[in-house]
């Protein structure tokens, strides 16, 4: 069984920066992508960051140059630290991991914007 943990989500005041983080546990023999996506109320979930096994990043246009994606193989964890932080940013966001060829989800942290 694989497990997704994410953790670091919170309340804070626009322009700040929050770092969130998702450990993958259970019975891995190899994480290939992983990713970070968000959903806000009444929206779809959208990606916000991903990358690759050997460290390839792809970013959201809303997010770039305020958000870096990285990953930590040996721990099996992914980070996403979230720079500027705006308003439009709240939301849940929920860590991805392909994990034995299957998709896998976390439970999603929150995090909220205030102006």
């Known amino acids: 069984q694989v497990q997704l943990v994410e953790s670091g989500g919170g309340l804070v005041q626009a322009g700040r920066s929050l770092r969130l983080s998702c450990v993958v546990s259970?019975?891995?023999?190899?994480?290939?992508?992983m990713g970070w996506y968000r959903q806000a109320p009444g929206k779809q979930r959208e990606l916000v960051a991903s990358?690759?096994?050997?460290?390839?990043?792809n970013y959201a246009e809303s997010v770039k140059g305020r958000f870096t994606i990285s990953r930590d193989n040996a721990k099996n964890t992914v980070y996403l630290q979230m720079n500027s932080l705006k308003p439009e940013d709240t939301a849940d966001y929920y860590c991805?991991?392909?994990?034995?060829?299957?998709?896998?989800w976390g439970q999603g942290t929150q995090v909220t914007v205030s102006s």
């Open positions: 259970g019975s891995i023999f190899r994480i290939n992508d």
């Open positions: 991805n991991a392909f994990v034995g060829g299957l998709s896998r």
């Open positions: 990358i690759t096994r050997g460290g390839s990043t």
